[in-house]
C-alpha cells in the first residue's frame, strides 16, 4: 500500500471518468459508505496512460480492494460501525479509479495484487484481530498509508482533472481516517501517527465531540459509540 509513486503526465483529458465521479467526501458521509454506479464513466478512446502509469494505477486499484478485505475481515471479529461502512467507501474508490483505467482502454477486470500483498495483509490481520483497538489502530494505519500514496500520486501528475479525481479520494481517506480515530478515543485512546507528520495529522484530525458535524465541508461521520 505505501509506494512511491513516480508517475509521467497522465496529458489528455480525463474529464469523463472524473466528472462521472461525486464528491467522495459527501458520498462518504454519514455511514461512509460511497455510492458510483459501476457504469457512470463511459469509455474515452482519446485517453492514453503509458504502461507505468497503467502499473502504477493498477497497484493502486488492488490496494482499495486489500483495504476494503481487511476491513470486512476485521469486521467479522469486531462489528463496529467503521469495519461495516468503510469498506463499501473503499469498492467507491476502486469504482472510481476502474472508471479512469476503463476510459484508457486498460483491462480492470482483475487487478493484480503486489508481491508484498498477502503478507502485508496476513501481518494486519494478524494484529487487528488481537482486540478491538489494536483493529482499530490497524484501519488508522491503513487510512494514513493511503493518504501518504494518494498525495504522492496527485503531486505527480498534471492533468487537472485527474488530479482532482485523486484529491477526491484522498478527501474520502480523510474521512476515514477521522473515523477510525474517533473510535479510538472514545475507548480512551490516543492514536500516534506512524506514517504522517504529527503536523499532517493534526491538520486532518477533528477531534471535537463524537459524532459532531465537522467543519471546513467535512460530512458528521455515524460511529459505534
Not at 134 to 139: F, I, K, R, Y
Request: glycine share 6%; hydrophobic share 40%; with cysteine.
Amino acid at each position: 500500500m505505501k509506494r512511491h509513486l513516480l508517475l509521467p503526465s497522465l496529458g489528455l483529458s480525463l474529464l469523463v471518468a472524473v466528472a462521472a465521479v461525486p464528491s467522495l467526501p459527501a458520498a462518504c458521509g454519514g455511514a461512509c459508505a460511497c455510492s458510483i454506479s459501476p457504469n457512470t464513466a463511459a469509455a474515452d478512446d482519446s485517453l492514453s496512460l503509458s504502461p507505468q502509469t497503467q502499473t502504477l494505477l493498477l497497484d493502486q486499484l488492488a490496494d482499495e480492494g486489500l483495504a476494503a478485505s481487511i476491513y470486512r475481515e476485521l469486521g467479522e471479529h469486531f462489528p463496529l460501525h467503521p469495519f461495516q461502512n468503510i469498506p463499501r467507501a473503499e469498492d467507491t474508490h476502486a469504482t472510481a479509479l476502474r472508471a479512469l483505467l476503463k476510459s484508457a482502454g486498460v483491462d480492470v477486470s482483475s487487478p493484480a495484487p503486489s508481491a508484498k500483498t498477502t503478507p502485508m495483509r496476513a501481518e494486519l490481520i494478524a494484529r487487528g484481530t488481537t482486540s478491538e483497538i489494536d483493529a482499530l489502530q490497524v484501519g488508522a494505519l491503513i487510512e494514513e498509508r493511503d493518504i501518504t500514496d494518494l498525495r504522492k500520486l496527485a503531486t505527480a501528475i498534471s492533468e487537472p482533472a485527474a488530479v482532482s479525481l485523486i484529491q477526491q479520494l484522498e478527501s474520502g481517506s480523510r474521512h476515514h481516517l477521522n473515523a477510525f480515530v474517533r473510535n479510538l478515543r472514545r475507548r480512551g485512546v490516543d492514536y500516534t501517527p506512524q506514517v504522517l507528520t504529527q503536523t499532517d495529522f493534526d491538520a486532518i484530525i477533528d477531534l471535537g465531540s463524537p459524532g459532531q458535524s465537522h467543519g471546513n465541508g467535512r460530512a458528521k461521520v455515524r460511529q459505534n459509540s
